[in-house]
């Protein structure tokens, strides 16, 4: 969701001001100058809390253009005056801050990057390669050239699950695992809220998934092509773990029986022509991807014990399945619409098959259908913020912000303090609902949710509102936050059967 630049046209123009010298463009100094890197998730609440933050009329906001599709996609930046008296105890009364943000590279670059003060790509937005959309009032620039990016050490880092996640099959590739142990000595790690989470399949495969459980009686007749909670069809966790790990490599693999016990052949008696090939596609994300990881602890147990299943990352191009390894949430996006419609957008399907896949993707993501892929129930649930919170749909994660302590070269001061503003208040409940209003599915609401550990309290009668969207589940019951942990009720809070 692109940010609209905080106008105050009329009542700057009475005062006989323009609007855009308030604004802090491109040639002005900040006072002070943040860096943060890592997973795109708390992007769109992070730019509502600026919004909230800045005295009125100052805020821009900087997107990388390097997919003009999505722009902001690797690198944002946000320049704004903040407001001393909403981010009390500052040394400069109404400071210019420049917050730099890089998502390019997902989680693990807000993780492994601070933990070890390793020195990153960066957007800069003085180097002449800034220029303003009229039509948005935002600022788009370019990266491609010398200056146009720094090497910087990144203040914090956000990630869709805690740091210590990022290890064994979560490492990315060319850096070391991270260490549990280093995460506990050198790092803050506060949760910033929860994201749900789902496995997606191309709408063509949800088709055929909804005439078969027309035929076995679990959706009602008229459910086909339809995409509300009631007709959402669904696959089992068990089902979804042996597609992940390639242990089913073709669609025919999968069998059905209708309500009356009989015998109806395979799947693929359902895809209605709508495939080329019957071999399994997955849509997947690299190693050090923040979705990637959690879909691997909620289904494979992995990293979380040794006896962990790992995830397909290579294909088997005659038995199945065929795996495309994903840098972003975008590129799942185009992959999967790809298979369903026999396209080659996303340069993973160069010969054009139309095939059935499934991806792993948060569920703020394509509610306005504009790809040719579903999200899906899991053993019958769907993923909307209601069943999460009420405990009956099981993948989802806490997402944390996290930064040095002082002693490790970690930011202190006034720079501190905004961060930890950002920290406490990206994930409450009034700008989680405000975000997750974009994110509304015809199957019901996706997107985030406010946790309790952040001193947040469920609705007493237990039933959930969508206006103070709270989970009452945590994996970290009193304890440092885990998402390997089994996530249990907070502190006796209230919770519906």
Known sequence: MQVKKIAAAVAASSL?????????????????????????????????????????????????????????SAHTAIFCQIDSSKVTG???????????????GGSAQGVGPVLDE???????????NCQKDAASGNWLCRISQPGDLAQKVSDAGVSDV???????????DGVAPVDPAKVSQRLDVVSGGALVFNTPVTKSLRDALQRAQIDMGSLDPDCEGQDTERCMPSLRKYQIASLL????????????????????????????????????YICRRVNGSGTQAITNANFLNAPC????????????????????????????????????????????????????AIGVQSTERNANLKYNYRFIAIDGVAPTLANTASGHYMDWAENTYQWR??????????KLK???????????????????????????????????TAGNTPSADGKFDPNNPILPYSHAPGLSLDNCRVPVVNDNLPNRL
């Open 16 to 72: 006989g001001f323009c609007a855009q010298g308030w604004a802090l463009e491109p040639g002005v100094s900040p006072d002070i100058e943040i860096f943060m890197s890592g997973a795109s998730a708390q992007d769109g609440n992070v730019r509502q809390l600026f919004e909230e933050l800045c005295v009125g009329g100052t805020l821009d906001v900087y997107f990388d253009n390097s997919n003009p599709s999505n722009p902001g």
């Open 90 to 104: 500052l040394s400069v009364n109404n400071p210019k801050v420049l917050f730099h943000k890089r998502s390019a």
């Open 118 to 128: 390793q020195a990153i790509d960066a957007m800069m937005i003085n180097n002449g």
């Open 162 to 172: 805690n740091p210590a996640m990022f290890r064994s099959m979560n490492t990315p």
């Open 245 to 280: 790990t390639g242990n089913i490599g073709k669609w025919s693999e999968i069998k059905v029986v209708d309500k009356n016990g009989q015998a109806k052949g395979d799947l693929t008696q359902y895809a209605n022509g709508s495939i080329t090939d019957n071999k399994v």
């Open 305 to 356: 014990t040794d006896s962990a299943l790992s995830p397909a990352s290579t294909s088997n191009p005659l038995a199945g399945p065929v795996v495309i390894l994903n840098s972003g949430a975008g590129n799942v996006d185009t992959c999967l619409d790809d298979f369903n419609q026999g396209t080659n957008n996303s340069k993973a399907n160069a010969a054009g098959v139309k095939a059935w």
């Open 405 to 414: 302590k002082p002693a490790y070269n970690g930011p202190t001061g006034d």
């Open 418 to 452: 905004i961060i930890q503003k950002i920290a406490s208040d990206a994930g409450s409940p009034s700008l989680t609902a405000k975000n997750n209003a974009a994110y509304a599915h015809p199957f019901g609401q996706g997107g985030y949710l406010a946790v309790t």
